[in-house]
């Protein structure tokens, strides 16, 4: 009884903390770009600092209607947004957070290919917003969708390889074996892995300069163009939830987790530190740099990435085995 309620206890912790941080981080983006691009509006909504425009940003997609166009594959346009959301949820069960004032690591569910699971859940969401625009009955949709699975094939496969490299120096693909295993000298043995990774991450994402598939001067919004109200709201939610996962699982892999002074009691408080400093690297990147073109996008993923990520595991063969 008592390890069911165990269980439950941290689901509901996991399930909280997916309800909280990836509006934290759509609140952080909202105030990093109003500074970064001396935007007026989220600076000056509530009053103090912007305070409600989250709230507002609420309300507003909560008032809109929800339509579903005549054309469109009813049941696959309605599912889409669940799609996108809920894979980010699962993945966050297997990322841990850290030693919780030495009562043991917390995490919803160890699993001994958490890496694995974490990276299968990741592309399963990005399948809800393949399937929004192929199901939508819109040709702008549909250029868009093509564009996001162009961006999975051509993005898997080096964020995989970096991820691989990783796991080859732990020797496991459990995450909390991977942090458990981590030294400091690993950030610079794995410093190409870990710039493969996050750019990978962001063009999976559709991040910028990687939201080619949504591009507003060609497509109107992409494989979003005929969503509204909450659906539209969910893909937004899935965004966040996805910058959120992105976050932790570079944390795990590649900064060391909860590696930090005391961690054996604050180790999730230097988990949450770097998962916010990595989330804001993504909203900088947004306001830094232009999108790119979608034949910028698959020569960079193929040309670039691709080898530099090979390059990263024949350098980590040769450390493992020597």
Not at 26 to 46: I, N
Not at 197 to 209: M, N
Not at 244 to 266: H, I, M
Not at 288 to 296: F, G, I, K, S
């Amino acid at each position: 009884m008592s390890e069911l309620l165990d269980a439950v206890l941290r689901c509901l912790l996991v399930l909280g903390a997916f309800l909280t941080l990836p509006l934290l981080v759509g609140q952080m983006e909202h105030k990093a770009m109003a500074h970064m691009q001396s935007r007026v509006g989220p600076m000056a909504a509530g009053g103090f600092h912007g305070w409600a425009q989250l709230v507002a940003d609420g309300i507003k997609f909560a008032q809109k209607e929800s339509i579903t166009p005549a054309a469109a594959d009813r049941r696959v346009f309605e599912l889409a947004p669940a799609v996108a959301l809920v894979p980010y949820l699962v993945a966050l069960l297997a990322i841990p957070l850290g030693p919780f004032f030495g009562q043991g690591n917390l995490i919803g569910q160890d699993l001994d290919l958490g890496l694995f699971f974490v990276l299968a859940a990741m592309s399963v969401g990005v399948l809800g917003t393949l399937m929004g625009g192929l199901g939508s009955g819109n040709k702008y949709s549909y250029l868009g969708a093509l564009r996001v699975a162009a961006q999975l094939m051509s993005y898997e496969l080096p964020m995989v390889l970096a991820a691989a490299s990783v796991a080859m120096a732990a020797g496991t693909l459990s995450l909390i074996g991977i942090a458990d295993a981590w030294e400091p000298w690993w950030l610079l043995l794995q410093l190409p892995g870990l710039v493969v990774f996050f750019v990978a991450g962001l063009a999976e994402l559709q991040r910028p300069p990687f939201d080619a598939p949504v591009a507003d001067a060609e497509l109107v919004m992409g494989p979003l163009t005929e969503y509204g109200g909450m659906r539209f709201a969910m893909f937004l939610l899935a965004e966040y939830a996805g910058i959120v996962v992105l976050a932790a699982l570079t944390t795990v892999l590649f900064l060391g987790g909860w590696a930090g002074p005391w961690s054996d009691q604050l180790g999730w408080i230097w988990t949450l530190l770097k998962v916010v400093a990595v989330s804001f690297l993504v909203i900088w990147a947004r306001v830094a740099y232009p999108r790119l073109r979608e034949d910028q996008v698959n020569v960079l993923a193929w040309k670039v990435l691709v080898p530099v990520a090979l390059a990263q595991i024949t350098l980590t063969t040769v450390v493992v085995v020597a």
